[in-house]
């Protein structure tokens, strides 16, 4: 004979805890002084996806990089990381919780080779260095090919890859990328970004700050639009396709 089967009513079915962003800007503002530059910003980046920051020079997009990696304390509203208040939480403090940024500009170490800048990672904790050097190494075989090269002499892209790698040997849960496309070749900027897609595929959650919209859109799940310190238009790709051109334009208010 058949057991019958217990009917499971709503009352009785157990809800997993929602999931929350792996970072959160809520009503955010942030000044340089008396001059308040991010006017009540609002942003989500869900685990394991790629958000897009879009917007031409001087929207505020690097300044709310720089709130969101703890390098500026806002002035205003609240900033989360994986559901944790940390308003005013110092850059190593976030980079222990598994945030990791790396800037405009790449930040590595010119006059280092590879290697050394690589090895410069596992003073960060117990990081092995052979783990961390076989990992650069197998996501970016170049820099295998560079490693006695002083980091200074090499391409932009090869500096941007190593710069990628040496975040990575954090094994960051959230990554901030400045303008990542700054000074490369197309073709480099397209590799660069297949990259940041499989990372968001491993799980890694990524907020990119892009004044070149096309190729971050192409890997992107969600989209902000900032002009003049405030987000005017957040979506899916394809709904803040139209207004990109707009926005670069000066036409979004």
């Known amino acids: 004979m058949m057991a019958k089967r217990t009917k499971t009513t709503t009352a009785d079915a157990v809800?997993?805890?929602?999931?929350p962003p792996a970072l959160e800007l809520l009503d955010v503002?942030?000044?340089?002084?008396?001059?308040?530059?991010?006017?009540g910003v609002t942003l989500a980046v869900q685990p394991g996806?790629?958000?897009?920051?879009?917007g031409p020079n001087g929207a505020g997009k690097s300044t709310a990089l720089k709130v969101a990696s703890g390098r500026l304390v806002p002035t205003g509203g609240c900033l989360h990381?994986?559901?944790?208040?940390?308003?005013?939480?110092?850059?190593?403090?976030?980079?222990r919780a598994g945030v990791c940024s790396i800037p405009e500009g790449r930040g590595i170490f010119p006059n280092l080779t590879v290697a050394e800048n690589l090895r410069?990672?596992?003073?960060?904790?117990?990081?092995?260095?052979?783990?961390?050097?076989?990992?650069?190494?197998?996501?970016?075989?170049?820099?295998?090919?560079?490693?006695?090269?002083?980091?200074?002499?090499?391409?932009?892209?090869?500096?941007?890859?190593?710069?990628?790698?040496?975040?990575?040997?954090?094994?960051?849960?959230?990554?901030?990328?400045?303008?990542?496309?700054m000074g490369l070749a197309p073709m480099i900027v397209g590799k660069l970004y297949e990259l940041v897609g499989q990372l968001a595929s491993e799980g890694i959650s990524i907020l990119v700050v892009e004044q070149?919209?096309?190729?971050?859109?192409?890997?992107?799940?969600?989209?902000?639009?900032?002009?003049?310190?405030?987000?005017?238009?957040?979506?899916?790709?394809?709904d803040v396709t139209d207004d990109v051109s707009a926005a670069y334009l000066g036409a979004a208010s």
């Open 81 to 95: 990381v994986a559901g944790t208040h940390v308003n005013g939480a110092k850059p190593h403090r976030l980079a």
């Open 212 to 238: 070149f919209a096309r190729t971050a859109l192409a890997i992107a799940d969600a989209a902000a639009i900032m002009v003049g310190g405030r987000i005017v238009r957040t979506g899916k790709p394809q």
């Open 120 to 181: 410069m990672m596992t003073f960060r904790g117990d990081l092995p260095a052979d783990a961390v050097t076989e990992q650069a190494y197998e996501r970016f075989p170049v820099l295998g090919e560079r490693r006695t090269q002083l980091a200074g002499t090499l391409s932009g892209g090869e500096q941007q890859m190593l710069a990628m790698a040496r975040a990575l040997a954090t094994d960051p849960s959230l990554l901030l990328l400045d303008e990542i496309s």
């Open 15 to 19: 809800l997993a805890p929602a999931v």
């Open 49 to 54: 996806t790629v958000f897009a920051l879009l």
């Open 29 to 39: 503002t942030a000044a340089y002084g008396r001059i308040e530059v991010l006017h």
